[in-house]
Nanobody, 129 residues
Framework: QVQLVESGGGLVQPGGSLRLSCVAS????????MGWYRRAPGKERELVAR????????????????TYVDSVKGRFTISRDNAKNTVYLQMNSLKPEDTAVYYC??????????????WGQGTQVTVSS
């Protein structure tokens, strides 16, 4: 089991910035593909950004390169510090439509059909004037 704890959410004005952090409780953090997802009120959960781990594979739901949803490209940056077991999401030029609960995900593909996925509890981001 991997526990993920997010922090950094809050209320920010349009055009502002926030940095989300997610700390993972595993000694093998570096092998996990890490991602940020969000769920806005009344909408489905969507991928925001993903970053590969050292154990990423060429199949399943593995990620080989940095991946962003089109709506955040150029504004959000995902990064990781394997020494701190932490993944970050730097969010700049925030818009009201970025308002959502943001969730951290850790993914490890075991085979073509089997994988492990872990989720944090979520952190609220509200963009409003």
């Amino acid at each position: 089991q991997v526990q993920l704890v997010e922090s950094g959410g809050g209320l920010v004005q349009p055009g502002g910035s926030l940095r989300l952090s997610c700390v993972a409780s595993t000694s093998i953090f570096s092998i996990y593909d890490m991602g940020w997802y969000r769920r806005a009120p009344g909408k489905e959960r969507e991928l925001v950004a993903r970053i590969p781990g050292t154990g990423t594979l060429n199949y399943g739901n593995s990620v080989k390169d940095l991946t962003y949803v089109d709506s955040v490209k150029g504004r959000f940056t995902i990064s990781r510090d394997n020494a701190k077991n932490t993944v970050y999401l730097q969010m700049n030029s925030l818009k009201p439509e970025d308002t959502a609960v943001y969730y951290c995900n850790a993914h490890k593909q075991r085979s073509r059909t089997l994988s492990d996925d872990y989720w944090g509890q979520g952190t609220q981001v509200t963009v409003s004037s």
